[in-house]
């Protein structure tokens, strides 16, 4: 009964880190967005519609017109950049991509 007691004390401790470790670690430079996307998904990040998407690069417009209302935009030089955006709360997450593979590069959350 001491050792059950112990292992639910311990359970309870633990539970609560385990959960603040950042969701967003599983993302890794060099997945595809795609998978990026389903991820994000999964943990019910919303995708932000770009309402200004005709003042975006015209390669941003052409995956806007595939479905991808999410970019924000793209730079077309040596590593075709884009950025995409994300809300969950009062969170905004914003994914950058290189090359026309659409490669995750980097993120960076910030409070809205």
Not at 15 to 38: C, E, R, T, W
Request: proline share 3%; hydrophobic share 45%.
């Amino acid at each position: 009964m001491k050792h059950r007691l112990k292992y639910l004390i311990i359970m309870a401790i633990s539970i609560p880190f385990a959960h603040a470790a950042k969701p967003l670690d599983i993302l890794q430079a060099g997945m595809p967005y795609s998978d990026v996307k389903n991820t994000l998904l999964q943990q019910q990040w919303l995708t932000v519609n770009n309402t200004q998407i005709n003042a975006s690069s015209l390669y941003a417009q052409e995956l806007y017109e595939q479905g991808i209302i999410e970019v924000a935009d793209c730079i077309s030089m040596e590593l075709d950049a884009c950025w995409f955006e994300y809300s969950k709360g009062k969170l905004l997450l914003r994914v950058k991509t290189v090359t026309r593979q659409l490669l995750l590069d980097s993120y960076e959350l910030k409070k809205r």
